[in-house]
């Protein structure tokens, strides 16, 4: 009798164990511990200073967009955004623009993507992006040497320009 109450407690110790991890919360767990390693490892010797290429679009449109995010050592110092393809009802001084260091984020209401560093964006991957959800197909690549290419997550049905997250084009050191 005692061996088996000693059985049945180690038994729903391990079931507790296994169902309250992390690791169920996440789509692409081991993909994106990979991907985040790739990150450590490419950060290191380029000072934490790189230059990043996010594009966009929409399926409304005959034109996208890309923004090149500019990191120095940590900090953002450039956001330069333009539009691609066919753009004739888009206003002249809206077409291509850059910031610089204390003019970031001076375009409030553009397509461009958010000033964030890599760090910032694989904190969202992990909080926000990749969080298994109900009636949603998550995607996460890594086609910039093991670095985050696409992360993100559509709602199952939608037709129209849903994707929460990030496209990145490509990843380079300054």
């Known amino acids: 009798m005692k061996k088996s109450i000693y059985i049945l407690t180690l038994l729903l110790i391990s079931i507790c164990f296994f169902s309250c991890s992390n690791d169920d919360d996440l789509n692409y767990q081991t993909d994106f511990e990979k991907s985040q390693k790739a990150w450590l490892d490419f950060k290191a010797p380029s000072n934490n200073s790189y230059q990043y290429v996010v594009s966009g679009g929409s399926v409304f449109t005959i034109y ?13 110092i450039q956001r330069h955004f333009k539009y691609i393809g066919t753009t004739e009802n888009i206003p002249e001084e809206d077409l291509e623009w850059t910031e610089n260091e204390n003019e970031i984020n001076s375009h409030p209401n553009s397509n461009a993507a958010n000033p964030l560093t890599l760090d910032e964006i694989y904190a969202k991957a992990e909080n926000e992006w990749l969080i298994k959800r109900k009636n949603t197909d998550t995607y996460f690549e890594t086609k910039n040497n093991g670095l985050i290419s696409t992360c993100g997550y559509t709602a199952k049905g939608c037709m129209d320009d849903c994707f929460t997250g990030i496209r990145i084009k490509s990843i380079s050191t300054l």
């Open 64 to 76: 996208g967009w890309e923004t090149t995010i500019t990191v120095s050592n940590g900090i953002v």
